[in-house]
Nanobody, 121 residues
Framework: QVQLVESGGGLVQTGGSLRLSCVASGNIFNIDSMSWYRQTPGKERELVARFSSGGTSDYADSVKDRFTVSGDEAKNTAYLQMNSLKPEDTAVYYC???????????????WGQGTQVTVSS
């Protein structure tokens, strides 16, 4: 019914940049926010950044001043521009969206399949 598809992950050297994209598609009425999480083996998934429909954004302390989250509401797309990457940024990055589908008043959260980001030292 709703799909989130991430792209843009890959291998980059320390100090490099990557831009992740997440496209939400399906029976979407409206989106409240789109977020980026990341996870490494043996650790819990952590919030990296969130972009809300009102234009506000939030960041984890570890990525402030290096990552920028943005969104295109008309395209149901979120972006994560990652600069000055460090080896500790290596993780699988997941996109999530808090949204409503047509015919349902309830807000629901959907997840993408994840994209690997690897930063070599």
């Amino acid at each position: 019914q709703v799909q989130l598809v991430e792209s843009g992950g890959g291998l980059v050297q320390t100090g490099g940049s990557l831009r992740l994209s997440c496209v939400a598609s399906g029976n979407i009425f409206n989106i409240d926010s789109m977020s980026w999480y990341r996870q490494t083996p043996g650790k819990e998934r952590e919030l990296v950044a969130r972009f809300s429909s009102g234009g506000t954004s939030d960041y984890a302390d570890s990525v402030k001043d290096r990552f920028t989250v943005s969104g295109d509401e008309a395209k149901n797309t979120a972006y994560l521009q990652m600069n000055s990457l460090k080896p500790e940024d290596t993780a699988v990055y997941y996109c999530s969206a808090r949204l409503r589908v047509w015919g349902n008043r309830n807000w629901e959260t959907y997840w993408g399949q994840g994209t690997q980001v690897t930063v070599s030292s």
